[in-house]
């Protein structure tokens, strides 16, 4: 998948360049290999979210708790995903993988 220039700029202005520039990488190469397709919006939207996720990740700083009983009908395909990207990442809480499961969701979804 082609990073697009909005994307790009996300990844540019972060304080973690080297680092989201990497996971944003590797993240749309496993969409790629899983056959998932997002829109421009999309992906500029999940560029955003691993940005923030990396700056967490630098900053020892962690999401609100959530429900995982929230996240039941997200495919196991979608937090498989989400759960590989943390676990690259590294140093984030489990509640990561749920709201980053949204984004391959709506990916497979399309």
């Known amino acids: 998948m082609i990073i697009p220039k909005e994307a790009q700029m996300v990844i540019n202005q972060s304080d ?12 749309l190469n496993e969409l790629e290999k899983a056959e998932l397709k997002m829109s421009e919006l999309q992906i500029v939207i ?7 996720m990396i700056t967490r990740a630098e900053n020892g700083e962690a999401v609100m708790p959530v429900d995982a009983n929230l996240f039941t009908e997200v495919s196991q395909r979608s937090l498989n995903l989400a759960e590989q990207v943390v676990e690259t990442i590294g140093q984030l809480a489990k509640d990561e993988l749920y ?12």
């Open 16 to 27: 973690y360049r080297l680092q989201t520039q990497k996971i944003v990488e590797y993240t």
């Open 46 to 52: 999940l560029v955003n979210h691993l940005e923030a």
């Open 99 to 110: 709201l980053l499961s949204i984004h391959f969701e709506t990916a497979a979804q399309n």
